[in-house]
């Protein structure tokens, strides 16, 4: 998964991933674009700017990246309320009573101005782990190729415990696990091996409906 902030899609980071998508091309798997907003010397934003949408419809709209089969674009990574802001439906969909850009305008500028059918991929809040909350603020796609992605590492998702919410996103989208990894803070005991083999089994489980990313 290559990662942007959201405004910066220019000069080395551009080639960066031009270079990536033919290497994964002839390797035949995929490549994920996530963006990032904030900065790299300060925390990240809680959703994406008002320049996202602009942003996407450049990534997206590029012949190298446009419609590309194994292409696939995480619209932002990692929305969350905190630092004195709550996310609400009508933001994070629309960019409305806030200072953020929603996500329904990225999927415009995605499918209306960039002409693109990449898939993408949506995120909900708490750090992208809340997918009941994404269920109920699901985005509006016209071409219904989306799917969720998810970040259930192992501190949030004790011992597989988060799983069972995932059928609430596997009954009508895909989910692509593009983040996970064991690991608790440093007054908790880890259990690696089981969190990782309860996450194998899950995707084992679920072919074509999961996807985790290595």
């Given at each position: 998964?290559?990662?942007?902030?959201?405004?910066t899609?220019?000069?080395?980071?551009?080639?960066?991933?031009?270079?990536?998508?033919?290497?994964?091309?002839?390797?035949?798997?995929?490549?994920?674009?996530?963006?990032?907003?904030?900065?790299?010397?300060?925390?990240?934003?809680?959703?994406?700017?008002?320049?996202?949408?602009?942003?996407?419809?450049?990534?997206?709209?590029?012949?190298?990246?446009?419609?590309?089969?194994?292409?696939?674009?995480?619209?932002?990574?990692?929305p969350?309320?905190?630092?004195?802001?709550?996310?609400?439906?009508?933001?994070?969909?629309?960019g409305?009573?806030?200072?953020?850009g929603?996500y329904?305008?990225?999927?415009?500028?995605?499918?209306?101005?960039?002409?693109?059918?990449?898939?993408?991929?949506?995120?909900?809040?708490?750090?992208?782990?809340?997918?009941?909350?994404?269920?109920?603020?699901?985005?509006?796609?016209?071409l219904?190729?989306?799917?969720?992605?998810?970040?259930?590492?192992?501190?949030?998702?004790?011992?597989?415990?988060?799983?069972?919410?995932?059928?609430?996103?596997?009954?009508?989208?895909?989910?692509?696990?593009?983040?996970?990894a064991?690991?608790?803070?440093?007054?908790?005991v880890?259990v690696?091996?089981?969190?990782?083999?309860?996450?194998q089994?899950?995707?084992?489980?679920?072919?074509?409906?999961?996807?985790?990313?290595?």
């Open positions: 998964m290559a990662s942007s902030w959201c405004s899609f220019t000069g080395p980071i551009r080639r960066c991933v031009y270079s990536s998508v033919r290497l994964r091309r002839f390797l035949g798997s995929l490549l994920g674009l996530s963006c990032r907003q904030g900065g790299l010397a300060v925390r990240q934003d809680n959703l994406m700017s008002r320049d996202s949408p602009t942003f996407w419809a450049s990534v997206a709209g590029h012949p190298a990246l446009r419609s590309r089969p194994g292409v696939v674009f995480e619209l932002f990574n990692e969350y309320s905190g630092r004195g802001f709550e996310v609400t439906s009508e933001c994070f969909l629309e409305s009573g806030c200072r953020f929603g329904n305008e990225a999927i415009r500028a995605i499918r209306t101005k960039a002409q693109a059918t990449n898939l993408l991929l949506f995120a909900g809040t708490n750090w992208n782990f809340d997918l009941n909350w994404l269920v109920q603020n699901w985005p509006t796609d016209p219904a190729n989306c799917g969720a992605a998810w970040h259930p590492y192992e501190f949030k998702c004790h011992f597989g415990s988060c799983l069972n919410a995932t059928k609430a996103v596997t009954a009508t989208h895909p989910i692509f696990v593009t983040e996970w064991p690991g608790y803070p440093a007054h908790s880890s690696p091996d089981l969190y990782t083999s309860k996450m089994q899950w995707a084992e489980d679920m072919p074509g409906t999961v996807s985790l990313f290595p």
